[in-house]
């Protein structure tokens, strides 16, 4: 699976994924809306990416600086953060600002992350977006 993949299957189905809109909660998946959520796929329901974050960072002491960082965020998620795997993202997200490891791509990594969850059916906040 991808490194996005990843974040997404971390984010889309944690526990605490509830639909970003409680009207939408009382409409049901269909078997192939599960079976596509369950491959990293988009929820058939929107899902509060900020609620999902802030709930796991509430679990772990805080999370650090996930709301801007993508290090941390990485890390939140219980995912590789090493600079090979921000090198790997940065390629399957088509991010080429500044070098390897530098804040510029970091920041950049962390925006196309946040801008792609929204593309697949998270709701971002705006302070996340960067």
């Known amino acids: 699976m991808s490194i996005f993949g990843s974040i997404m299957t971390k984010i889309f189905h944690h526990p605490s994924a509830a639909p970003a809109d409680a ?26 990416v900020g609620a999902v974050l802030t709930q796991m960072a509430s679990t772990k002491g805080g999370g650090g600086n996930y709301k801007s960082s993508i290090v941390d965020l990485l890390k939140l998620l219980d995912l590789d953060s090493s600079l090979d795997a921000r090198k790997q993202l940065a390629q399957e997200m088509d991010v080429h600002a500044g070098a390897d490891g530098t804040a510029e791509e970091n920041i950049a990594l962390h925006k196309a992350v946040m801008q792609k969850l929204a593309e ?5 906040p705006d302070s996340m977006r960067g």
């Open 23 to 48: 009207s939408l909660a009382a409409m049901p998946a269909t078997s192939t809306e599960t079976a596509d959520a369950a491959a990293g796929q988009a929820p058939s329901q929107p899902v509060d």
């Open 120 to 124: 697949n059916g998270g709701v971002v």
